[in-house]
């Protein structure tokens, strides 16, 4: 991910990772978080928590009359398309939208 300084607003240079599963020591602190950073401009110190689970994985989908359950479904350009051959129906997935917001 792209990491922009709340501060100062510089956009670090180089892409970073942050994993959940991996907790550091916060400093001054005895809690820890998934992701601690330091902005090299202005030396403001950032870090972020995340203990909910992710909100990603598979997909369950069976048609809503026939009970057809579809597997491995992929949203290729952030839809599925498939046919229902139980219910002679097409069947689809669209308008799926996700936002990341910063939390105050």
């Not at 550091?24 to 110190?45: D, E, H, I, T």
């Not at 048609?63 to 350009?77: L, N, R």
Request: aromatic share 8%.
């Amino acid at each position: 991910m792209v990491v922009k300084c709340s501060s100062c607003h510089e956009i670090h240079k180089k892409c970073v990772e942050m994993c959940r599963s991996i907790e550091y020591p916060l400093s001054g602190s005895r809690g820890s978080a998934n992701f601690v950073w330091k902005c090299q401009f202005c030396q403001v110190a950032s870090h972020t928590i995340h203990k909910e689970k992710p909100q990603h994985g598979e997909w369950n989908c069976k048609g809503a009359e026939s009970g057809t359950k579809f597997k491995k479904i992929e949203f290729d350009d952030g839809e599925w398309h498939d046919y229902d051959e139980k219910s002679g129906l097409p069947v689809s997935v669209t308008n799926i939208r996700t936002e990341i917001v910063r939390a105050k």
